[in-house]
């Protein structure tokens, strides 16, 4: 035998042995996909405790542990909560009747040409009144809410920042200043 058969002999059974191992581990593979998938469907047959009281998607009920979860609107939101239903209409409504600001209604919406808001969510006041209301007792921080205006109806189009506030009814609303930061900005910068 010469060194050339027997190089390509021990070739062929690494290959050989490769291939076993390769198709042992595929078919436990395989095996353990089945139980995972005939485990869960036997789950899903079983019939799950429900929680006493409304549906959680509804107003109110209550999660597996027992804790009531309570999904209505705070007649008084705290500083975190997001933007109300109600904040959202005024602050809506403020924009589309503010002389400097004039955000188009819904109804006569142009697309580009138009000055709409790209977005609402609210601003979080400084921390140290935060904690002065939350671990003091002190008074609750205003909520306000920053606004992303595209300013379609100016030339050229700017995209711009606003914080407008106090919340729920808005008296007035500034534009947003960083001091690293421009705003407004042009739109194709955005």
């Not at 899903?44 to 006493?52: L, Y």
């Not at 409504?93 to 709409?116: C, R």
């Not at 979080?124 to 109806?153: I, S, T, Y």
């Amino acid at each position: 035998m010469s060194e050339t058969t027997f190089t390509r002999t021990n070739r062929g059974r690494r290959w050989q042995i490769a291939t076993f191992f390769f198709l042992l581990i595929s078919i436990s593979l395989l095996i353990a996909l089945i139980v995972v998938a005939t485990d869960k469907d036997s789950k899903d047959e079983q019939p799950t405790q429900r929680a006493q009281g409304p549906s959680v998607c509804g107003q109110g009920g209550s999660n597996p542990s027992g804790n009531t979860i309570d999904l209505s609107t705070p007649t008084n939101p705290g500083p975190f909560h997001d933007l109300t239903e109600e904040e959202l209409k005024n602050l809506r409504q403020f924009l589309e009747n503010d002389p400097q600001i004039q955000a188009t209604p819904w109804s006569n919406f142009q697309g580009l040409p138009s000055s709409y808001i790209y977005m609402a969510d609210l601003w979080l006041p400084p921390k140290a009144d935060v904690l002065n209301f939350l671990d003091n007792g002190g008074q609750q921080p205003q909520r306000q809410a920053r606004v992303m205006m595209f300013r379609g109806d100016k030339n050229p189009p700017v995209v711009e920042e606003w914080i407008c506030g106090p919340l729920p009814e808005i008296t007035k609303c500034e534009m947003l200043s960083y001091p690293n930061r421009r705003n407004p900005v042009e739109f194709e910068v955005r």
